[in-house]
T-cell receptor, first 115, second 114 residues
Framework: EAGVAQSPRYKIIEKRQSVAFWCNPI?????LYWYQQILGQGPKLLIQFQNNGVVDDSQLPKDRFSAERLKGVDSTLKIQPAKLEDSAVYLC?????????????FGQGTRLTVV | KQEVTQIPAALSVPEGENLVLNCSFTDSAIYNLQWFRQDPGKGLTSLLLIQSSQREQTSGRLNASLDKSSGRSTLYIAASQPGDSATYLC?????????????FGKGTTLSVSS
């Protein structure tokens, strides 16, 4: 079974530029998450989708971050404009659903460096 | 607000030792708890998932326990090997109005020397 796919693996941009990350979850998984992991910290949830609807985006900095999950499968996360403090690993995860028995599976992540 | 704490932050042991990683959480109203492994520059690999009604789960040399009432979980690694060197993350799944979410600790970075 294929895992969660993310691209690109690495990205270096200058501050104030824009960047987009892509995620393809495990086939059949209704729930998709985007997490931000700053060096030395645990992952922090940015946004959660159930199919193509947003369940929670309370910690997403909406002035610069946006995400969509068209057709309830792939998802993109965009940052515009980027700040130095956005340097982090962006992890995508998926699960069969958001219920109590569900297990989350993570992709390899995209390491973003803003200079 | 749910907070997840992992102790110690870092641990160095010689090969062959048995070791325990600790995870505590402030709100006992969790659905489940999941232990992950993260290698440098890589994503997270799920190790064990313990439902809130369970006390422990085992997979090979790994054993995870859960005491929901006291807000604690431990990950026991038997006969450690250099290949076990990684960061271990604990995450609790909690329910909130919008659905459920995984809340992570900061991790324990383990180094096993040969």
């Amino acid at each position: 079974e294929a895992g969660v796919a993310q691209s690109p693996r690495y990205k270096i941009i200058e501050k104030r530029q824009s960047v987009a990350f892509w995620c393809n979850p495990i086939s059949g998984h209704a729930t998709l998450y985007w997490y931000q992991q700053i060096l030395g910290q645990g992952p922090k949830l940015l946004i959660q989708f159930q199919n193509n609807g947003v369940v929670d985006d309370s910690q997403l900095p909406k002035d610069r971050f946006s995400a969509e999950r068209l057709k309830g499968v792939d998802s993109t996360l965009k940052i515009q404009p980027a700040k130095l403090e956005d340097s982090a690993v962006y992890l995508c995860a998926s699960s069969l659903n958001s219920g109590s028995n569900t297990e989350a599976f993570f992709g390899q992540g995209t390491r973003l460096t803003v200079v | 607000k749910q907070e997840v704490t992992q102790i110690p932050a870092a641990l160095s042991v010689p090969e062959g030792e048995n070791l325990v990683l600790n995870c505590s959480f402030t709100d006992s109203a969790i659905y489940n708890l999941q232990w992950f492994r993260q290698d440098p520059g890589k994503g997270l690999t799920s190790l064990l998932l313990i439902q809130s009604s369970q006390r422990e789960q085992t997979s090979g040399r790994l054993n995870a326990s859960l005491d929901k009432s006291s807000g604690r979980s431990t990950l026991y690694i038997a006969a450690s090997q250099p290949g076990d060197s990684a960061t271990y993350l604990c995450a609790v799944r909690l329910v909130y109005q919008a659905g459920t979410a995984l809340i992570f600790g900061k991790g324990t970075t383990l180094s096993v020397s040969s």
